[in-house]
Antibody, heavy 124, light 106 residues
């Protein structure tokens, strides 16, 4: 069974930093690209960042470019999101998601498995 | 950024009804479109990809069609478990989602 479990969320002040982690199991992690998607309750999901299976290709949504960094450690079956210069508009649930394509060189795909999400709140 | 627009925003229907949700892209995305179902407090669940391919385990009452800029998701006979919010998502470019369609009990 595919499982994605996020951690590292919480309350942070504007301008602060936070690092999210996602530990995975139930599939061969280094065969798949991975993504972070966020959602404010009652609003549509927003793609935040994606990374290919070998980290060769990385992309970011316009609203987080230059502030967030996605990375992965295939030896630990883990995905990360380093979030710097946080703003109130970054407040959301953050989901770790699996890319739908096997060993693809692109991250322009859909998401076939999602974690349960973790809350990030940016407020003073 | 490719904009995705869904209609209607809210749809009221009854068990057994046939319902259709529309999703329009601001530019052609070929068939690179996915549909998700989301229930309150849960993560989105993949229903369909490549506009009309049903994800494994999804009931056959769900179907999708369209290409280019206009797409539809149809539920042939609504079941109680289908009342939820539905999102389309394009993956022709950096992924973007529609604003959602809330399917509620009439």
């Amino acid at each position: 069974e595919v499982q994605l479990v996020e951690s590292g969320g919480g309350l942070v002040q504007p301008g602060g930093s936070l690092r999210l982690s996602c530990v995975t199991s139930g599939f061969t992690f280094d065969d798949y690209g991975m993504h972070w998607v966020r959602q404010v309750p009652g609003k549509a999901p927003e793609w935040v960042a994606g990374i290919t299976w070998n980290s060769d290709n990385i992309g970011y949504g316009d609203s987080v470019k230059g502030r967030f960094t996605i990375s992965r450690d295939n030896a630990k079956n883990s995905l990360y999101l380093q979030m710097n210069s946080l703003r109130s508009e970054d407040t959301a649930f953050y989901f770790c998601t699996r890319d739908s394509y096997y060993a693809s060189g692109s991250y322009l795909h859909y998401f076939d498995f999602w974690g349960q999400g973790i809350q990030v709140t940016v407020s003073s | 950024e490719i904009q995705m627009t869904q209609s209607p925003s809210t749809l009221s229907a009854s068990v057994g009804d046939r319902v259709t949700i529309t999703c329009r892209a601001s530019q052609s995305i070929s068939s690179w479109l996915a549909w998700y179902q989301q229930k309150s407090g849960e993560a989105p669940k993949l229903l369909m990809y490549k506009a009309s391919t049903l994800q494994s385990g999804v009931p056959s009452r769900f179907s999708g069609s369209g290409s280019g800029t206009e797409f539809t998701l149809t539920i042939s006979s609504l079941q109680p478990d289908d009342f939820a919010t539905y999102y389309c998502q394009q993956y022709d470019a950096s992924p973007t989602f529609g604003q959602g369609t809330r399917l509620e009990v009439k």
